[in-house]
Each structure stands twice: as C-alpha cells, then as structure tokens.
C-alpha cells in the first residue's frame, strides 16, 4: 500500500492555459474522489467515480472542468481555460467500498497557482 | 443540503493543556462522521471515523470524539496535548452510504512547550 500519489505537486500557470493534472488511488480502490481547497476553508467536493463510472459532479465544476477515469484506476482533472479563481489545491482521495464502510484515504494535492 | 461547522478557526495551547474541538453538523439522517488532520506540510490523515454504535469513538495518538445525536454534535478531545499535535483539524460528515465528505473549515491548533 503506497498511498494515493498526486502529480504533479505543484503548477503555476497563465491565466487561460489548460492544466491537467494526475491521481493514482491505492490499488483496487474503487472509489475516487476530487476536491478543492482554497486558503482557510475546508476541501470541497468535486466529483466522484466508482470504477469508471463518474457518479456524481458538484456544481462547483463548471463546464471548463472534466475528469475522467478510463480504466477505473488513475484519474485525471483537466481545466481548460484558467481563470485565477483556480487557484487552489486540488485534493485526491480514494476508497474501498465494502467493509468496513468506506474511509476515504487523501493524496498529497497538487497545489495550481493561476497567474 | 448537509453542513458542518467547526467552532473554533484558531486555537492556542500549552503542552499538557487538555483539549476539546467542536463539530457540529447539519443532517437529519444517517450521518458518519469523521475528523481529519493536517500535520504541517503532510496530507489529510484520518484520526477517526464514527459510523453507529458506541458514541464515543476512539482514535489514534489518544485523540477522541463524542458523537451526541441530540445536539447534532461531534467535539474531538485529547487530555493532555503535546507539541507534536500541532496542525490542522478537520471534521467531515456523510451521509447513509454516501461517501461525499462534507468538511468543515478546520481548526487551527497550536501547541506551545
């Protein structure tokens, strides 16, 4: 068990460039999740899959985000068309469904910078 | 729609202080119930989870929480804190066999030798 690993850890960008970024859960979780977190505040949900199924999206992802997970095992977030209200760390979090109930396990972040 | 609030944004204690964090959240169902922490400069780690059963709930490195349905609360306590407990204190809830965390704004704990 090596832990969820995020990539890359960091990102600075220009305002209206496209970031895309990695999430590998711990093998054989089946459940991935996305959040954000902005200074001061708790991480907020994004969006979740089951295997490659994405389940649900918040309405905090707006049409510029997508994330995929083709093979139900890593995961990527694609933001087309930065804006600096980007900027945040984009938080992956992983789980087993099945016993006990699920405990979502986070990776490290990967930290966007919207200049 | 579900919410938790945490009480306190920044706290200061002395080594050996006790320590009690509110939670409370906002849900009429099933909840689960759980409280993160942030060490400085590592990644959210679970310090326990409440899903049914006995209310209190113990967890790693000593801490614990009280889950009171009556007062839709979950306060996170520790009787003797050390300095190694400084970091950043989350709480989360979920609802039935729903798994998006729902998280408060975290606590600040900063504890002084």
């Known amino acids: 068990d090596t832990g969820v690993s995020q990539d890359p850890r960091h990102k600075i960008t220009k305002r209206g460039q496209n970031v895309t970024f990695r999430c590998d859960p711990i093998?054989?979780?089946?459940?991935l999740y996305w959040y954000r977190q902005t200074l001061g505040q708790g991480p907020e949900f994004l969006t979740y899959?089951?295997?490659?199924?994405?389940?649900?999206k918040s309405r905090l992802l707006s049409d510029r985000f997508s994330a995929e997970r083709p093979k139900g095992s890593f995961s990527t977030l694609e933001i087309q068309r930065t804006e600096q209200g980007d900027s945040a760390m984009y938080l992956c979090?992983?789980?087993?469904?099945?016993?006990?109930?699920?405990?979502?396990?986070f990776g490290p972040g990967t930290r966007l910078t919207v200049l | 729609a579900q919410s938790v609030s945490q009480h306190n944004h920044h706290v200061i204690l002395s080594e050996a202080a006790s320590l009690e964090l509110g939670c409370n959240y906002s849900?009429?169902?099933?909840?689960?119930l759980f409280w993160y922490v942030q060490y400085p400069g590592q990644h959210l780690q679970l310090l326990l989870k409440?899903?049914?059963?006995?209310?209190l709930v113990k967890g790693i490195k000593g801490f614990e929480a009280e889950f009171i349905k009556s007062k839709f609360s979950f306060n996170l306590r520790k009787p003797s804190v050390q300095w190694s407990d400084t970091a950043e204190y989350f709480c989360?809830?979920?609802?039935?066999?729903?798994?998006?965390?729902?998280f408060g704004a975290g606590t600040r704990l900063a504890v002084h030798p």
């Open positions: 979090a992983s789980s087993f469904r099945g016993r006990p109930q699920d405990t979502q396990y």
């Open positions: 093998s054989e979780h089946n459940r």
């Open positions: 899959f089951q295997n490659e199924a994405q389940l649900e």
């Open positions: 849900y009429g169902g099933t909840v689960n």
């Open positions: 409440y899903f049914s059963g006995d209310p």
């Open positions: 989360a809830s979920s609802s039935g066999g729903y798994n998006k965390l729902i």
